[in-house]
């Protein structure tokens, strides 16, 4: 249960960015999870619900983004999903030679709160 | 109401204690490898064997982590390797802050290549950045050909794979072609090395591996 670690880290920099800011309470935060990160979205959410006692986002809403992983083939230069089974293999020539675009995300976007 | 733009990785501040981790150990031309594998594929095992065919040739060290206990260090300090034991409570994966704290316990001037051997776990540690070099991960023939399919975020994280116990392998139904082939489909880059701590083969080819990135962090120091 990583995704506990993920949510401590997402109140920390949510709470300090609401000081730097005035904000006095966190009503929302926003956050983008890549399909590569290995961290579900859904646990995520619930461990949210609990590391957010006893901070500044005390009842805010978390929103997950979800990212689907996209690699391009450097041999045809399509670019092509990369489904759940994460192979980096091209779906259209076969190709090893791949670069991922999108799917190891893990951000923190934006709060929104009350001054 | 009032909206703020963040927009920062949300493991920024594990990455930066990471980094810091990484040029401590180039500073001091130490490689570095984070060892990861479900609990039981052999870790402790390869890294006590590891110590007494290099022994004379490779200053080796080791963080061990654990949920509990200090079996493993013990074992491995045993073996002759410096180790310092990091016991996470329940955590199921070591992160930077971690190893920053261990590196200290470690005499880094006397050391050329650190294992940081990762709690048993093929999910969460390949989330977190500690600062190695390599990350490799481990799999027994014993828990199946099909697991770089299942647990592809580890894979795909890593650069080497070493496929331990094959001594087992006709006792455990594990398609050695299957599961590299396995591997290779969710990361073509891995570098892929068959070996058995308790009957030695294979271990050689290891052992030079291991020599060969010694020498290339001492060139890098250089």
């Known amino acids: 249960m990583h995704e506990l670690t993920v949510a401590q880290r997402i109140l920390e920099i949510a709470e300090e960015k609401a000081r730097d800011s005035g904000l006095s309470r966190i009503t929302g935060i926003r956050v983008r999870v890549g399909s590569l990160t290995t961290v579900v979205p859904e646990a995520l959410d619930f461990c949210f ?3 957010r006692e006893d901070t500044l986002a ?4 978390l929103v997950i983004e979800e990212v689907r992983a996209e690699a391009r083939c450097n041999s045809c230069g399509i670019v092509f999903p990369v489904e759940q089974s994460f192979f980096l293999v091209c779906s259209s020539c076969g190709s090893s030679d791949t670069a991922l675009l999108k799917g190891t995300e893990l951000d923190l976007l934006s709060i929104e709160g009350e001054i | 109401m009032k909206q703020v733009k963040v927009l920062t990785k949300i493991l920024a501040a594990n990455d930066m204690i990471a980094a810091e981790n990484r040029a401590l150990l180039d500073s001091h031309g130490i490689c570095c490898i984070n060892l990861m594998s479900s609990p039981g594929a052999g870790k402790t095992t390869l890294l006590e064997k590891t110590a007494q065919m290099v022994s004379g040739s490779i200053s080796l060290g080791a963080v061990e982590g654990d949920c509990a206990t200090s079996l493993d260090g013990e074992r491995l300090s045993a073996a002759g390797i410096p180790t310092v034991q990091v016991n996470t409570g329940g955590g199921c994966h070591l992160d930077a802050g971690m190893i920053k704290s261990a590196l200290r316990d470690l005499d880094l001037e006397k050391t050329d290549l650190l294992f940081i051997e990762n709690v048993g776990n093929l ?4 989330s977190f950045d500690l600062g190695e070099h390599h990350r490799a991960v481990m799999l ?3 828990e199946g050909d099909d697991k770089p399919l299942k647990y592809p975020g580890m894979f795909i994280s890593c650069d080497v794979m070493v496929l331990s116990k094959t001594d087992l392998v006709d006792k455990c139904d594990f398609d050695l072609s299957a599961g590299k082939q396995n591997a290779l489909r969710v990361n073509p880059r891995l570098k892929i090395l068959e070996l058995s701590s308790l009957e030695g083969a294979g271990m050689r080819e290891w052992t030079e591996f291991l020599e060969k990135l010694v020498e290339e962090k001492r060139v ?3």
Do not use: D, H, L
């Open chain 1, 49 to 51: 619900g609990f590391a």
């Open chain 2, 220 to 222: 890098e120091k250089r």
């Open chain 2, 123 to 126: 999910i969460c540690p390949s």
């Open chain 1, 58 to 61: 005390g009842n805010a809403n």
């Open chain 2, 140 to 142: 027994s023939v014993a």
